[in-house]
């Protein structure tokens, strides 16, 4: 039977995609007696092969230029969950495209700003030397075990580790920089360095590109009897009654409270790389902790307060001000409730404003406790922002940071969205934990809760991953069917379908 | 602007696991997966924005919004076609402004002299640019449906999940796309003849 116009006009849209034999056969006698069909099959045809013509390949010059300036400016600030990498930083100069700044020049900017950077003794403390690789010096290759000068300009020629001060320096082939001891400064002309500063030696270390610095810094901080207020760096606050070990961060979370206890100040600890916390009466005094916490002592410690790592600022701090917020992608491999405040919302992705990227998903966590502000306000911008902060803490595995937050929005009413993200990311934190069981209990209780949810989906679904990667076979087999029967076309449905099937053919009971 | 990277790490061979860097924000897996889609996304940029738009700024836009959503994704498709969904998004959404900052309507737009010498590379482009505004005349979505399914060659459903519009409305905007584009068509003297002449 011969198409109609409607029929072959479908089939004609489809040409480019390829016609069965059939079909064409079919096209193919409908235009032998259908001059309209044949005529708008000639013009789509002429229209296609003219629109084919345009260029629509970028040379590839502009293609690495919007890739690269792409990610300057997406991956702008870029949590790391691994706490030992958070004390490593590479920096790279952004969308530079002359690289030949004058490493003489840099290095004397370096040096005449120098003053303003010196906060522990001049001389380094051990010889700078080349650990691996291969560093031009003056025009002289130097390798394995060479020293460097104290201040110097040099090349990597290939990927090389070098000890300059007391930080260890990793930089890429092609790096290009200039080192001056005395400032316990880097000037990064070219390439990529990766920054390792021993925070035990108490020194600066900046690293200098044409547009900004990285400078890191000692740790500041005020303790009294009942609290820890960091101003500057990280601490951790151990040995609290009733309360696990915090981290005390100065951007996102400085401030640590006990219930007041009047207790008699105690003479002071010896000093070391932890310092002890004092007790005394009233605020005590900011002291600078030079990367070993030197805040005031005492004896008997119901707390102690370490610091951490590389006391540095917030890789925000030292960026350039953008008109567009960096997002905080969440590292957690676990499906998410949401990626916009908006749960109802399907979790595609969508674009707009322009360069801000996903609606709700570039709320930065303020300073402290975003939840703290919410008692009693039920304010619905500041609910947002208390769950992108405790979202942004679990992503950097901050699980207590997290939970404390979570705890403070259980005063504030929630909309029905916000409350299962809430009950999603506590079970995230059992997830980030360690704690399965806990976290499949939770996610099946989501799933129960608000089965009108997309929230519900996701968390049936992470219960019955959390089944399959730790729990007995038979009830991941169970979770992933009801996952099926619920949501014949869900977003997990390839996933779901896989792991059953590998479940199957495994045997395992 | 500075930015925050790692140096290059022993990539892992799955997929699974480029996109899992990816979704950390790994400067070097979003690289590595950008450098390998980039050109299906600039021709995508170029079938659903044509030239009213520099596909170069759109591909940094999308490749953007790619990195900020990549948390979110969570491979329920190829990247892919994940990738050419926010491409597809990020032109509408520019055309959509363009569209309202538009100061010349397309009736207005110079009518091409009829005694101008014909030269082949001159004529072809004549007639591409026409096409162009006939196409963008038909608004961003039936554009990006139209040209997807009829000029690329994709699959229905694939428009559809590009898009982000179901399967019906995309047959139905590609419908009256078709419909559209050939009216104008074959009313422009540049492009009514070349289909003239073919029949000939």
Known sequence: MKPTCLQAESLLQRRAAGLSAAESLRVEAHLAGCTACRETASMLSELRALHLTGQSQLDPGSRQRAIQAALDEGCASVPVADREAERRVAVAPAGWRSPRLGVVMTLAACVALGGTWLLARREPERADRVLSGELIVGGAARTDGASLPPSAAFEATRESRVTLGHATVQLSGGTRVGWSAADHALALSEGTVLVDVDATKHQPFDVITPRFRVHVLGTLFRVTLDSVEVLRGRVRVEGAPGTPPQVLDATQHPRFDLPPQPKPPEPGAPHGTDADASRSHGSAPAREGRGAGEGEHSAEQALQVKTLGVARERPARVQAPQPSAAAAPNATRWPRGRVSPSSDEKDTPRVGPEREGLAGRNVRSSRGDAAASLRGEGDEAAAVSALADARAQLAAGRVAEARRGLAGLRAVKLSQAQRAEMASLEAECHVVSGNYAAAQRAFLAVSERFPRLSAAETALFAAARIAAEHGPASEARALLTRYLARHPKGSFVAEATKRLRALSESGSP | ?200
Not at chain 2, 106 to 131: F, K, M, Q, W, Y
């Open chain 2, 1 to 200: 602007m500075g930015r925050l990277v790692k140096l290059p790490q022993p990539v892992p061979a799955s997929e699974d696991d480029l996109v899992e860097r990816c979704r950390r924000g790994d400067r070097q897996a979003l690289d590595q997966v950008f450098r390998a889609h980039a050109p299906y996304l600039e021709r995508v940029l170029h079938r659903v924005a044509g030239r009213s738009l520099d596909v170069e700024d759109l591909l940094q836009s999308t490749l953007v919004a790619a990195i900020q959503a990549f948390p979110g994704f969570r491979g329920e498709a190829q990247v892919r076609t994940w990738l050419a969904r926010i491409a597809v998004h990020t032109a509408q959404d520019k055309l959509r402004r363009v569209a309202r900052q538009r100061q010349l309507p397309l009736e207005a737009a110079p009518e091409p002299h009829v005694n101008e010498t014909a030269d082949s590379g001159i004529d072809e482009r004549r007639r591409l640019a026409r096409l162009e505004l006939h196409l963008d005349a038909l608004g961003p979505k039936k554009r990006a449906a139209f040209v997807l399914h009829v000029f690329e060659g994709l699959p229905l459903d694939e428009v559809a999940a590009l898009t982000g519009a179901g399967l019906s409305a995309t047959k139905s905007r590609v419908f009256w796309a078709r419909r559209e584009l050939l009216r104008r068509v074959r009313k422009d003297p540049w492009l009514s003849e070349l289909a003239a002449g073919r029949l000939r």
